[in-house]
């Protein structure tokens, strides 16, 4: 059996940093809008119990990979003896704060355990998730969803429809770099579901990556002629929200022509999860 899965992107809609915890990691709110656009990752089963990730990725070790670390974790916690041959369509740009590698991994986890058939539940799948990185439990529930904490807890939420125009300077951003930069704003005041629904937010790390990263105030510069534009996550991907696929579309095809991107429908229900109960 062969499995074709999708990897969706992610938006954060805002980012605040209300605090530093006493591990290093960072207390935050956010809202993560889910897109129906992503990554693919095919799922075949091994009977050697070997796992296997084409193509390779020459700036990721394959054991570092975290497609590879996410099944290698599932397998050793379920002792299953079956492994997987996995390839990835990769089209999300690495470094661009839309989620990609942590949807892969997420994926991986929630297809594998289809797949092997090794029974685990979405909370125990979303602890895995959460072993490996921040944002990947948010892809193994498969709900956009207001987040807190470090990024763990969260609160699924039914957000309006919107088209997304998201563009990728061509520079890939450190998450470690930037939240270990002096001048991030960590002491944010935190705001309320309705606060954000009725008055928008910011991104506390925009300021530190625009600095270091002037392509990337050059692509907010620019998509703010046509929308509010702001930076996801840790960047360097920019986004601005449209009502329509046609409005989206047509900003898009002005965009300049150093800038890669997409459009993309925001979704409440992953991709992923919907193909899944089909």
Known sequence: ????????????????????????????????QLLDYGDDLQLDIDPSGAITLTPDFADIPADQNLVVRAAKLLQQTTDCRLGARMHLVKRLPMGGGIGGGSSDAATALVGLNHLWQTGLNEDQLAELGRQLGADIPVFVRGKSAWAEGVGEQLQPLELPVKWYVVLAPNCSVSTREIFSNEGLTRNSKGITVRAFLEEGGKNDCQKVVE???????????????????QMTGTGACVFAPFETEEEARDVFAKR??????????GVNESPLHQRLLK
């Open 1 to 32: 059996m062969t499995l074709v899965l999708p990897c969706p992107a992610k938006l954060n809609l805002f980012l605040l940093i209300t605090g530093r915890r006493p591990d290093g990691y960072h207390n935050l709110q956010t809202l993560f």
């Open 211 to 229: 600095e270091l990263f002037p392509q990337v105030k050059d692509a907010v510069d620019w998509l703010g002629r046509f929308g509010p534009a």
């Open 256 to 265: 300049p022509t150093q800038l890669n991107g997409f459009v993309a429908k």
